[in-house]
């Protein structure tokens, strides 16, 4: 253990990470610290062990897969508050230190009266990393409800504000996961939420299941409460067995590569996109080529959401890799698409 002279930072050694990370995967990391304040983040950027050492931010670790045991400092975020920055008739700008955990967020939004996050309703995981892959669910991004984000600068050791057409938000990416990668810190999320909400229930089991539960008005309460019962049906709670939801991104492909799929497999799902190209759900691939519900080892692919690939208990990083890559492989044999990871791996 070691002490910094202005702030008593508070590193420990030779750590492991299995209860930092939703697969469950037990590495170790040299150094590890929690920042709890702004003031301790700035201090742990003059820090000499920092400044050595390869570091990486974690936040709910949901979105991370370790293959091996990290030779530096893992930073996990706790920094927290939630403010209502400005209002106006129609709208709030309610910001959130990146460590408050998301679903939380989305909780109090709802409690509050704010339309916006509803379909946002149980992802895993902190406010900061929100933006790192423009989190999405049942037909609404983060970029739908984003306004603007202030992040570190690790070189320059500046606070810089993002707006959304600075963010590059995409498909599961944005800017920090592409050109910024590494360089940033994300200190603090602003949204813009709506105080006479817009209901977007269009997707997939939303109506139904609210049918199902007996509720006959569209509120954001309603819609909330339905995707959280549709969620904690389908997929596997990472308290339960080890997983970090979606593990691949569903792929995109042109009118050509459509049109000659769709005539050798006419069941096969699609979404016609803005750019016209498709949208092929991964899962559907996956399952087509045999995985779903198939088990290597101490990992596999989930019986009930073939994308979700899960950890049985002692699971080692390179064996979901390993696991991961062949099931790319088979989807690229058979598919001619090859389909990429949207977890983070490391
Ligand atoms: P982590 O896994 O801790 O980190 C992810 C990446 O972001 C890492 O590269 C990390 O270095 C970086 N990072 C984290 N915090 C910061 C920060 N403050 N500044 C800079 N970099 C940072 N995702 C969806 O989009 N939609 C879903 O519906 C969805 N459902 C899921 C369901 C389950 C059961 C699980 C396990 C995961 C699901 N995910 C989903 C993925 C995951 O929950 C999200 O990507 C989430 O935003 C990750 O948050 P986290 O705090 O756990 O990030
Ligand atoms: P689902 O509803 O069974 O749908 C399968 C796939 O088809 C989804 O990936 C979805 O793409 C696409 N899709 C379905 N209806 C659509 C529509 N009306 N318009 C456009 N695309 C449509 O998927 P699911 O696995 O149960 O997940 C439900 C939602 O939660 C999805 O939005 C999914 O992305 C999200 N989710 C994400 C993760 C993660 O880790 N990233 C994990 C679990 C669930 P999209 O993914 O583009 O929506």
């Known amino acids: 253990m070691q002490f910094c002279k202005l702030f008593m930072l508070h590193f420990q050694e030779n750590v492991s990470l299995k209860a930092y990370n939703t697969f469950g995967i037990d590495v170790k990391t040299s150094y590890f610290i929690e920042i709890n304040s702004e003031t301790m983040l700035f201090e742990l950027l003059s820090d000499e062990i920092y400044l050595s050492h390869a570091y990486m931010f974690i936040g709910g670790g949901s979105n991370l897969l370790f293959t091996k045991d990290f030779d530096g400092l893992v930073i996990k975020n706790n920094l927290k508050g939630i403010t209502i920055d400005e209002q106006d008739d129609e709208s709030i700008l309610l910001n959130s230190q990146s460590g408050e955990v998301w679903h939380e967020l989305v909780l109090k939004s709802i409690s509050l009266g704010y339309g916006g996050l509803e379909n946002l309703s149980l992802i895993p995981g902190t406010v900061g990393a929100a933006p790192m892959q423009n989190i999405g669910a049942y037909g609404v991004e983060l970029k739908d409800v984003f306004?603007?984000?202030?992040?570190?600068?690790?070189?320059?050791?500046?606070?810089?504000?993002?707006?959304?057409?600075?963010?590059?938000?995409?498909?599961?990416?944005?800017?920090?996961?592409?050109?910024?990668?590494?360089?940033?810190?994300?200190?603090?999320?602003?949204?813009?939420?709506?105080?006479?909400?817009?209901?977007?229930?269009?997707?997939?089991?939303?109506?139904?299941?609210?049918?199902?539960?007996?509720?006959?008005?569209?509120?954001i309460q309603n819609v909330s409460k339905a995707i959280i019962k549709i969620r904690s049906t389908k997929l596997p709670d990472p308290k339960q067995i080890g997983n970090a939801g979606s593990f691949f991104k569903n792929p995109e492909i042109d009118e050509d590569q459509y049109q000659t799929l769709k005539s050798e497999y006419p069941q096969m799902p699609s979404y016609l996109l803005e750019n016209a190209n498709y949208k092929i759900p991964a899962a559907w691939l996956i399952e087509q080529c045999g995985w779903k519900g198939k088990r290597i080892g101490n990992c596999g692919s989930h019986q009930d959401q073939a994308l979700v690939l899960v950890n049985y208990g002692n699971a080692n990083g390179s064996e979901v890799y390993s696991l991961a890559m062949d099931i790319q492989k088979s989807v690229k044999e058979k598919f001619n698409i090859l389909i990429q990871p949207e977890v983070n791996i490391y």
Do not use: W
Request: proline share 1%; glycine share 6%.
């Open 147 to 219: 306004h603007s984000l202030k992040a570190v600068n690790l070189k320059t050791k500046e606070i810089e504000t993002f707006n959304l057409e600075q963010c590059r938000f995409g498909y599961r990416e944005s800017i920090f996961k592409k050109e910024a990668k590494g360089q940033y810190f994300i200190l603090s999320v602003t949204l813009r939420l709506l105080k006479h909400p817009k209901i977007n229930a269009s997707y997939g089991a939303i109506l139904t299941t609210l049918d199902e539960m007996g509720f006959r008005d569209l509120t």
